[in-house]
């Protein structure tokens, strides 16, 4: 009878909130990174083994070998080690991160891959070939490309190299939408090799990708969002983060990872190159490269030749109302534009944040904004109190009867919604094909499932939000048209004007990629904005050159780690009761760090509860980790946060 063996196992369900591995028994050797099923309460679930220990000194449950499945790679086991302490979360929450939620019944039969075919490829230009040299070494680069400079191109070319020499890429993409665009241009080179993970999949497709990963020994190329960081691939030699200063790679719930760093552990650990690649580079992402002295490689000539020339970039002041008789928000200058469109064949885009739904103090005649005097970031309006707010700092000021600069009256702005845009454009253009693509939109409906529809020009007018600004590439569009480019600028965050620098830079990026001549309408309360001229010119330089200087001086990433504690709780007083006593607590038992509020969160009041934060700044990363440790009953985290909202 064969002896029983024992080992620890990495239990991958949330319902799991513990923070050590499980012990079972077995009745054979388990080796470190296999696949197991194990009992756990009333039900069977997958677990990774992380070692074989002793017979303990209680009883276990008896785990079985899941398949003959090989091991997941070592280097895949070694981040489920690091990120266990980076990122504190219940260690069923992480490990479920690595496993699909079952496995099929019977192993899948071999892979029969196909050859690289590179006969279509267009040859590289000057600075593709430069950007190509400078693109070697382990380690990261910063890929700083304009819109429409062929970045996708350069990845191509890296992952044809890797590919010749036995090893995998992985390619992510912020979101869904833009995986489509980018499998069909690595399967064009790529065949059958490439696969494509992502949220969308069910959960039998991601079994079966993650099964074929996990058995293949040839080189791969993944694409997908950011749970493809955890494909079971053997030898990565590159990863590519594409649109890296996407929120999106941001993971919202615990364990509250960022993409990018995830994966600069990823290439650490297969010694593999790192490319983080974007026409609007993270601020923070910037200015570590530079600090540590890391390639930042640099296009701005277009990939597709044109004889158009840079697109025609027009201002509409939305204070001067006389611009607008035939519609409250839509110029006449742009319903022209857009009609011109609809007679010669083109494409309009019309791009709305969808996220322009703040109530703000501005004046409406000079473009004044109400700004914390200690945060310098926006005010919020309170009309239950009648005050303004810092939802950083929580410092308070009276609404003004008048502009300050001025002396005109101060307004409220209330941006639309594209749903509104929507019905607009519907009313004036009843002939059009017209599409709205948000987060609003059904599965059915989602640019992902239309991509080749609007790909081939079978739609007029698309109208969304920043779905629609990364990283399309849509040949028949000819005007692009900004509804409020100055939305973004009215919420309460550090990255405010980072992410309207981003927004405004990535969608008048849509036109002017060669493929027509391209015209932009760019509607603004602040058509002297030097943020807006900044983007409008791709100066790139002096946007980060003031941005940088800002973020030093109000001590904003990259010169601090940030940790956002929220509680709720069902009476105002009962939060603010709870949100104050913890900051005192922490002031006292963590002088190293900073603590700012309590303040109201953004949302403050939602379904019936009131929420309240805390802002943490520290020096050391570790300080907000020893917090996190100690966090009283009730309250919930966010470490190294994207905004602050």
Not at 36 to 62: E, I, M, S
Not at 110 to 134: K, R
Not at 438 to 461: C, F, L, M, P, W
Request: proline share 6%.
């Amino acid at each position: 009878m064969q002896d029983m063996g024992y080992a620890e196992v990495l239990v991958a369900d949330q319902t799991f909130h513990g923070s050590k591995p499980l012990t079972y028994g077995s009745d054979g050797v388990l080796v470190r990174g296999q696949v197991v099923t194990v009992p756990l309460k009333r039900k069977h679930v997958l677990g990774l083994v992380d070692a074989a220990v002793g017979k303990p000194q209680f009883a276990v449950k008896l785990a079985v070998a899941h398949l003959e499945l090989p091991p997941v790679p070592a280097p895949l086991m070694a981040l489920l080690d690091w990120m266990r302490d980076y990122y504190p979360a219940p260690l069923g929450i992480t490990t479920q991160l690595f496993l699909p939620k079952s496995l099929p019944a019977k192993p899948l039969p071999p892979l029969e891959l196909a050859a690289p075919i590179i006969t279509h490829l267009p040859a590289l230009n000057a600075e593709q070939t430069q950007a190509m040299a400078a693109i070697k070494q382990p380690g990261l680069h910063l890929l700083h490309g304009e819109t429409g400079s062929g970045k996708t191109r350069v990845y191509i070319e890296r992952t044809l190299q890797c590919i010749n020499h036995g090893r995998s890429a992985l390619i992510l993409t912020p979101e869904i939408g833009l995986t489509s665009q980018l499998a069909n241009d690595f399967r064009a080179v790529f065949g059958n090799r490439v696969f494509l993970v992502h949220s969308g999949l069910t959960d039998a497709q991601r079994q079966r990708v993650w099964q074929a990963m996990l058995q293949t020994t040839e080189p791969l190329v993944v694409i997908g969002a950011r749970s493809a960081l955890f494909s079971p691939l053997s030898d990565i030699g590159l990863i590519v983060v594409d649109e890296a200063h996407e929120g999106a790679y941001k993971q919202d719930q615990a364990p509250h990872y960022h993409a990018s760093t995830i994966a600069a552990k990823l290439a650490d650990l297969h010694k593999a190159t790192l490319v983080l690649g974007s026409a609007t580079p993270l601020v923070s992402d910037y200015y570590i490269a530079t600090a540590k002295k890391r390639p930042i490689i640099r296009l701005k000539e277009q990939a597709v030749v044109s004889e158009h020339g840079a697109p025609q970039i027009d201002i509409i002041d939305l204070r001067d109302r006389a611009q607008f008789t035939k519609s409250s928000f839509l110029s006449n200058q742009l319903l022209t534009a857009i009609g011109q469109s609809l007679q010669s064949g083109e494409q309009s885009l019309l791009f709305l944040n969808r996220r322009g739904t703040a109530r703000v103090i501005f004046c409406d005649n000079c473009g004044w904004q109400a700004l914390c005097p200690h945060c310098d970031l926006p005010l919020v309006y309170h009309g239950d109190e009648h005050l303004m707010r810092c939802h950083s700092c929580d410092h308070k000021a009276r609404v003004p009867g008048s502009c300050p600069q001025c002396r005109n009256a101060s307004v409220v702005f209330k941006s639309i919604g594209t749903k509104a845009v929507y019905d607009e454009v519907a009313r004036l253009f009843p002939g059009a094909r017209v599409q709205r693509f948000d987060t609003d939109n059904k599965k059915a409906e989602r640019i992902e499932q239309h991509y080749d529809s609007v790909h081939s020009g079978d739609v007029d007018i698309l109208i969304g939000t920043q779905t629609l600004a990364k990283g399309l590439d849509l040949p028949k569009l000819g005007l692009v048209g900004v509804i409020a480019a100055d939305t973004g600028l009215y919420f309460p965050d550090f990255t405010a004007q980072e992410r309207t620098y981003q927004l405004l830079t990535q969608v008048i990026g849509r036109v002017g990629r060669g493929h027509r001549a391209g015209r932009a309408i760019v509607q603004t309360y602040g058509p002297d904005s030097p943020l807006l001229a900044a983007a409008l010119t791709k100066d790139w330089s002096t946007f980060y050159n003031a941005e940088i200087t800002e973020r030093r001086t109000y001590r904003f990433p990259p010169f601090c780690y940030l940790l956002k504690l929220t509680v709720r709780r069902a009476s105002l007083k009962s939060a603010q009761t709870s949100s104050t006593a913890l900051a005192v607590a922490l002031a006292s038992e963590h002088p190293r760090v900073r603590v700012e509020g309590p303040a109201p969160a953004f949302h403050e009041h939602v379904l019936g509860k009131f929420t309240w934060q805390l802002i943490v700044k520290a020096n050391r990363r570790s300080d907000l980790l020893d917090i996190i440790a100690a966090l009283p009953a009730g309250w919930t985290y966010d470490i190294d946060p994207t905004n602050l909202l």
